[in-house]
């Protein structure tokens, strides 16, 4: 073998490893990566079914349920054009109220119902979190003059 065909030999093998490696690491990237969704996208069947996602919008009022004795708690998340159903299983943050912008963490269930895993809510008066802003801003766009505004 010529010290030139050795040198192609070297050459391959370390483009074949940085292929390998880049490979593996998209991978597992694509695997780690949680997208955003709207409650209107939710809806729309964007979402994946069976897949972590995130989901970001205000909390309807009054529609936080809870039974007693149990840390299970049901809320109702809107974009002010879609409402999807969120089921919670543990302690929400002292933050979350009803009519306040939060993001939650999980999958979407069969039959519609979002399985929240992860709970967070904005921690100040003025700050909502830039994905449901967004949402929010192009539900009230897309909402005829004629609807109400707010959650009442």
Sequence with gaps: MTPRRKRLYVVLAI??????????????SRENIMFYFDPSQVI????????????????????????????TV????????????VEYTGVLPDLF?????????GT??????FV?????????????????AASLKRSAAARPASEGKGLE
């Design 15 to 28: 483009l074949g490893g940085v292929g390998a490696a880049v490979a593996l690491a998209t991978m597992a």
């Design 44 to 71: 729309a069947g964007k979402a994946p079914p069976a897949k972590r996602f995130r989901i970001g919008g205000m909390v309807v009022k009054g529609s936080v349920t809870r039974a007693s004795g149990d840390l």
């Design 74 to 85: 049901h809320f109702v998340l809107t974009d002010f054009a879609h409402e999807v159903p």
């Design 97 to 105: 109220r009803e009519g306040q912008g939060i993001i939650a963490h």
């Design 108 to 113: 979407l269930r069969g039959d519609g119902e």
């Design 116 to 132: 929240a895993d992860q709970v967070l809510a904005k921690h100040d008066e003025k700050y909502m979190p830039p994905e449901v």
